[in-house]
């Protein structure tokens, strides 16, 4: 049996009208004369969804007791033995309550394709496992229900539902994402225009991913090798792109390679790590220890670690950069300056000034709980 | 008067710069003491781990103040040389590490993340022991017996070898509950 067609709509956040999308599409495909039936819907009590949805039949939800509650769950079994041609299940990254079939949504939703069903799923890109660090620093939000990124890898289409942040907000006004007792908080935390803003940015980077790795995929045809193997063997190298990450040896550093890596992932380049030593004393104890440590990482990544001793950091890295032709440097954030050191530029600036023009200098923030972690 | 004042002021700024050199000296004193070590080791392999033996290595490491080292294993096949790099498994090791990095920070507790490569798990765990060293190693049973992770012996074999104490979680309900990549 064929695996059924799986399409997936992914936005920013909450009201960007994923679901609206979905039931539309579910009904110009149930007009045009499919067996369309919806597996699971959650309209949040909004009336342009629960109105999007009227006409489609609803495959009964499961009622189980969790924690001497009931919650409603999709009922996979009830949805397999319909056997629509096109299934709509809303929220591929709920977790459903204990003792059913699977942990997770997305899992029950294999199920369903492997039984040859089509499905149209829905999912915020902060659920994505890969972006939930990032998405939580640029919002100060962090969500618990994640889904691996193989997911978004295995939809034969993903749609992404774009609005801008500002159109997003006047809808929350509006009362259309949530009722009125709650707009204000909303307005106040998550949904602030900048927190939408790099959200946005997030979730158009990521379909820009989806996209790129599938066309190269389509050249490649019948090639061995997985999509990533591929992906990473074709992409076209960012003109003259260079990454330039600078190290401490010291545990904290590792996120910074990893963040780095990612970046040179997705342009494609090559990726240098710098430690600018002190002058005078050897490299021993946990220094050598740590040392080691990213020259292994190095090494695994496929990156180079270069260790240049000078007493002046932003001398030595403006010579590396030179040298290296480098285009990009990422540093760690700084630990907070003490005495006279407030008195000195931070570093970031100083390497705008002493780099070449064109240079980019990202911070890559220090791992930390923010606001609305729990 | 204007005498009275340079003397001050010299008396002042050499007083300053004493304080200067001594603090740095005592800071680097400071940064030669000896650090005990104080680690907990969490070896992992493929694409998920357990989250209870996660979980579990965590609660250990805030008891004891210490730091966990979640070390992904890599196998690297024969036709390669041992230190070549492995992109794809890198891409799986990095997210792993990236969650169980959120996990720990989540609940305050350093970590020192580790990738290791050997011509079989065991061999890359070994190689680990070789140069890293620990208070103790965490490590499930649910991972026994499949390709992805150790097998009977491989624990049999870190009982004998690891210069640490070796937890080993038992089977348990919630071990369908992981961490993936």
């Known amino acids: 049996m064929d695996r059924g067609h799986y399409k997936i709509f992914l936005g920013m956040a909450a009201g960007v009208g994923k679901t609206y999308r979905m039931l539309q599409e579910g009904q110009a495909e149930a007009v045009s004369g499919r067996d369309v039936a919806i597996g ?16 489609l039949e609803v495959v009964r939800r499961r009622p189980v007791i969790y924690r001497d509650v009931e919650v ?48 149209f799923s829905t999912v915020n890109v902060q659920h994505l496992e890969s972006l939930n660090d990032q998405v939580a620093e640029l919002t100060g939000v962090r969500v618990r229900e994640t889904v691996p990124d193989s997911v978004l890898g295995t939809a034969d289409e993903v749609v992404l539902i774009d ?36 959200l946005r940015e997030v979730s158009l980077r990521q379909v820009a991913e989806e996209v790129e790795a599938k066309r190269l995929t389509l050249e490649a045809g019948e090639q061995l090798g997985t999509r990533e193997e591929r992906v990473a063997a074709e992409a076209p190298k960012a003109v003259g792109e260079r990454l330039l990450a600078l ?90 300056r003490r005495g006279l050191g407030r008195l000195r530029e931070p570093l970031p600036q100083r390497l705008m000034k002493a780099t070449p023009p064109g240079v ?15 | 008067m204007i005498e009275h004042f340079l003397v001050g002021f010299a008396l002042l700024l050499g007083l300053f710069g004493g304080y200067l050199i001594a603090s740095s000296r005592w800071r680097g004193k400071r940064s030669e003491r000896p650090r005990p070590v104080h680690q907990i080791l969490l070896p992992f392999t493929g694409t998920e781990i357990s989250r209870r033996a996660v979980d579990a290595a965590l609660r250990l490491a805030r008891a004891e103040d210490a730091t966990l080292m979640p070390a992904y294993l890599a196998a690297v096949p024969k036709q390669l040389p041992l230190d070549c790099a492995i ?6 090791a990095m ?9 720990a920070t989540g609940q305050g507790v350093p970590v020192d993340a580790r990738v290791e490569r050997g011509r079989s798990y065991r061999h ?13 190693v965490v490590v499930s049973a649910t991972s026994t017996g499949d390709d992805a992770g150790f097998s009977g012996d491989d624990l049999v074999w870190l009982l004998n070898k690891a210069p640490a104490e070796v937890l080993i979680l038992r089977p348990g309900p919630e071990d369908h509950r992981v961490l993936t990549a």
């Open chain 2, 95 to 103: 997210s792993m590490l990236e969650a169980i990095e959120q996990r």
């Open chain 1, 360 to 374: 980019d200098v990202r911070i890559v923030a220090h791992r930390g709980l923010k606001e609305g972690d729990a």
């Open chain 1, 163 to 198: 609005l801008t942040p500002e159109a997003l907000v006047t809808r929350l006004r509006a009362g259309k994402i949530y009722p009125g007792e709650n707009i204000d908080a909303a307005l106040n935390n998550f949904f602030r225009i900048e927190n939408l803003a790099a």
């Open chain 1, 247 to 336: 190290v401490r040896p010291q545990p904290s550093a590792q996120r910074l390679v990893r963040r780095a890596w990612r970046s040179a992932q997705r342009l494609g380049t090559d990726l240098d790590l710098l430690w600018v030593k002190p002058p005078g004393g050897p490299i021993e104890g946990e220094v050598e220890r740590q040392v080691t440590a990213l020259r292994q990482l190095a090494s695994v990544l496929g990156a180079t670690l270069l260790i240049e001793e000078h007493d002046d950091v932003v001398a030595a890295v403006a010579r590396v950069v030179r040298e290296r032709g480098s285009t990009y440097i990422m540093v760690g954030e700084s630990l907070p």
């Open chain 1, 40 to 55: 699971y819907l959650e309209p949040h009590k909004r009336e342009e969804t629960s109105a999007q949805a009227r006409g």
């Open chain 2, 87 to 92: 992109p794809k498994e890198a891409a799986q």
């Open chain 2, 124 to 136: 890359a765990l070994s190689r680990l022991l070789e140069h890293e060293a620990f208070d103790r």
């Open chain 1, 72 to 119: 409603e769950e999709m009922d996979l079994p009830a949805l397999l033995a319909r056997a629509p041609e096109l299934a709509l299940i809303d929220e591929l990254a709920h977790t459903n309550a204990p003792g059913l079939e699977h942990e997770k949504r997305y899992e029950d939703i294999a199920d369903v394709l492997a039984a040859g069903i089509d499905v």
